[in-house]
């Protein structure tokens, strides 16, 4: 037997031991995934080629249906293969709930099993953890002009920027409960989410960060959790932590561990999100404070290479005082009221006299970044040398570096909106957001921000990712649309990868028995939006009386779900919980505690609902789809992305949106049978199920619930139309 195979034989027995210790039911679905979870990690290669054995990459796409337990059939395996292979496991997911899931649940359960020890941790970005030298800035100087945009000011109450007593008393609080060990800085320990602009100012960021050389290292919580992680077997990460780190080595290196990437259906949405650019062209003190800072800097460290800061700021100042001129000069007429108005540039190209004003300010940001570049490394070289002074010169370093991503955002931004693809290469999506604001500092009536974003996750993921990734699984319970792998292999950069397996992992669940799907309950066509929604308020109002316990209403619009709750009767109001009406932990307790009472309680919800929302049992038996969820149709983004393939001949719409939207119906219907207990009605409102092509192929990738036409009373006819290739 060659170590392959031992080694996944010895994975596999890990996982049995699991199940048998446990007393836990072996689910044909589960087992298959651990094995192919096993067969997969133990036939890559890991670290780097020796020139003599043939370098093996393999990645396993999984879809784990829901009931399968897809944590513990890759958690079992993976661990006992990092263990035979002296290696690491890192798992990223996209959401904090499966993060504390696997940390405080399934980790500790799984390690009172195995027969063996490891040990595992929990890696946050570093804006999670406070920063002792920024908090003790603000408590010394608490009237020290703020860092922050002006509308996000942590410490400004109008003009003079002078700390509000509450904000204080709250900075005051933070730094005793460290003091006296009640806290350890770590943002999701406080007793409740901080103000967002109360964080930002006393986060920690790695521009501002001296590392060692800080007078404050011993106690930073931001390296005390760095310790642990270096210690651990496994190491649990969220996906924009994952790419935000790639070649920073502050995670184990992809072709030297064993990568799962769980909820992976995320991962092309927050690839883009991570590699995109903004900035924002109002309220510019921070140009003259960042020139200040660097002047008083290069004096303290005797650097005279900077003369050229000040006319470079007043320049930056100048062209991007010049594009906000411009753009509300195009669009300002536009503007509504207190309603932000986001401006897409078709096909990528900017107004005249655009280019001219960009590059200005790419010029001038480049001196600025050139002279900040010298002044932090000058400050760096120090600390070294003057350890006497870290006090100071950490301040300092910390003051230029709060200020340093606002110039290395304009600078990305506006190269990327001069940007012009090459022959065939896909565009970025490039646009501006105007909105309207009473006079700042500067006396600005409409704060103006820039964007630009690749519209195409795959090639992105090729060259960041997955060129550096020897082992890896994904997974999710949403990977396939309309039955077939293909979409999310080509939006994940992963479509004819000759080493991708893939694997449909089965749902234990009987849907037939356990479930009835109900379509076609509305005739009015969804094109006609107000029509629309009125026969879908009348459906409701129809429907709802006949729930008995738990139920979820989702919405696609927070309008018609707005509309729909304020015409209910009096009677039924006392029934319905809405998203956003309380926060969301306090919204679902009333709902079970509602339930546990007998009693009948309706959720009313949007996206956020249909997707991670547990509802087992009777807390859900009724489950109502409005409409089908298609993505927002004002996404830039897409936009731009569905007008580049228009334009090379294709159908964005067959190609793109229909696939998308077969997965977060999907996701939706996910949320009605949760155990093999469960049982459940599901309505879709929405009559394009049963009256177009693509709604047929999305029946076709749903489970297999027993469906009811409500036009006829009898199962619809089966999907007789073939799938497009590019679905």
Not at 348 to 357: I, N, T
Request: charged share 25%; with cysteine.
């Amino acid at each position: 037997m060659n170590n392959t195979e031992d080694w996944a034989g010895q994975a596999l027995a890990a996982f049995d031991t699991v199940i048998d210790a446990g007393g836990l039911r072996m689910r044909p679905g589960q087992r298959a995934m651990a094995e192919h979870v096993a067969r997969t990690l133990a036939a890559a290669s890991l670290g780097k080629p020796d020139g003599y054995a043939e370098l093996r990459r393999r990645l396993a796409v999984v879809q784990a249906g829901t009931g399968v337990g897809k944590s513990l059939a890759y958690l079992a395996p993976a661990i006992a293969l990092a263990r035979a292979r002296q290696t690491r496991v890192v798992v990223s997911t996209a959401t904090v709930a499966l993060q504390e899931q696997l940390v405080n649940q399934d980790l500790p359960a799984l390690a009172r099993r195995l027969p063996f020890e490891f040990r595992y941790a929990l890696a946050k970005g570093r804006g999670r953890y406070v920063c002792r030298l920024k908090l003790e800035r603000w408590l010394t100087d608490p009237d020290a002009p703020t860092d922050a945009d002006d509308e996000d000011d942590l410490l400004a109450t109008g003009a003079a920027g002078v700390v509000s007593a509450d904000r204080l008393a709250w900075l005051r609080a933070r730094a005793q409960d460290l003091a006296l060990g009640r806290w350890d800085g770590d943002r999701d320990e406080l007793p409740e989410p901080p103000e967002p602009a109360w964080w930002s100012a006393v986060a920690a960021d790695a521009a501002s960060c001296s590392a060692r050389h800080c007078p404050l290292y011993g106690g930073c919580a931001y390296f005390e959790q760095r310790k642990a992680l270096a210690g651990a077997q496994v190491i649990v990460v969220n996906h924009d932590l994952l790419l935000s780190t790639l070649g920073s080595r502050q995670l184990p290196e992809l072709d030297q561990c064993l990568l799962v990437l769980d909820e992976a259906h995320h991962l092309p949405a927050i690839a883009l999100e991570q590699f995109a650019r903004r900035a924002n062209l109002s309220r510019l003190t921070w140009i003259d404070r960042l020139a200040s800072q660097i002047l008083k800097a290069a004096t303290e460290v005797e650097l005279d290479d900077v003369a050229t800061v000040p006319e470079a700021a007043a320049r930056l100042r100048a062209a991007l005082q010049e594009l906000v001129r411009l753009a509300v000069q195009h669009w300002g007429a536009r503007l509504q009221g207190d309603e932000p108005l986001r401006v897409r540039l078709p096909r990528g190209r900017l107004p005249e006299g655009f280019d001219a004003v960009l590059s200005a300010a790419v010029a001038a940001a480049d001196v600025l970044l050139q002279a900040l570049s010298a002044t932090g490394q000058a400050l760096r070289t120090a600390l070294r040398e003057r350890p006497q002074e870290a006090s100071t010169l950490s301040q300092r370093y910390a003051q230029l570096g709060t200020l340093a991503p606002r110039l290395e955002a304009v600078y990305d931004t506006a190269r990327w909106l001069l940007h012009e693809p090459a022959a065939g290469e896909a565009p970025l999506a490039k646009w501006f957001t105007l909105a309207a604001s009473g006079p700042g500092r500067g006396g600005e009536t409409v704060r103006v921000s820039a964007h630009a974003s690749p519209i195409q996750s795959a090639g992105l993921l090729r060259s960041q990712l997955w060129t550096h990734v020897r082992a890896a699984v994904l997974t999710s319970a949403t990977l396939t649309s309309c039955g077939r792998f293909d979409f999310f292999l080509r939006e994940v950069g992963l479509a004819d990868d000759a080493d991708v397996e893939t694997l449909e992992a089965h749902s234990p669940f009987d849907h037939a028995r356990q479930g009835a799907l109900v379509l076609g309950g509305v005739t009015v066509d969804p094109k006609d939006g107000a029509a629309y929604q009125r026969a879908v308020q009348a459906a409701l109002l129809r429907d709802l009386p006949s729930v008995r316990r738990g139920a979820l209403v989702l919405f696609t619009s927070r309008v018609h779900l707005q509309q729909v709750a304020a015409e209910l009767p009096p009677e039924w109001r006392d029934r319905v919980l809405v998203q956003g009406s309380l926060p969301r932990t306090r919204l679902l307790a009333q709902h079970r505690e509602r339930v546990a009472a007998g009693e009948p309680s309706i959720l009313f919800g949007l996206q956020s609902f249909g997707e991670g929302l547990d509802l087992p049992g009777a807390l859900c038996e009724d489950l109502f789809i409005t409409k089908l969820p298609f993505a927002p149709p004002d996404d830039p983004v897409g936009e731009a992305r569905a007008e580049w393939l228009r334009a090379c001949g294709r159908d964005p719409f067959m190609e793109l949106v229909v696939p998308a939207t077969a997965i977060r119906l999907l996701q939706w219907i996910g949320r009605a049978i949760r155990t093999e207990d469960d049982r459940a009605r599901i309505v879709c409102y929405d009559p394009r199920l049963l009256t177009t092509g693509y709604g047929r192929l999305i029946l076709q990738g749903l489970p297999p619930y027993a469906q009811l036409d409500a036009r006829t009373g009898v199962r619809p006819e089966s999907p007789t139309c073939p799938i497009p290739s590019t679905v």
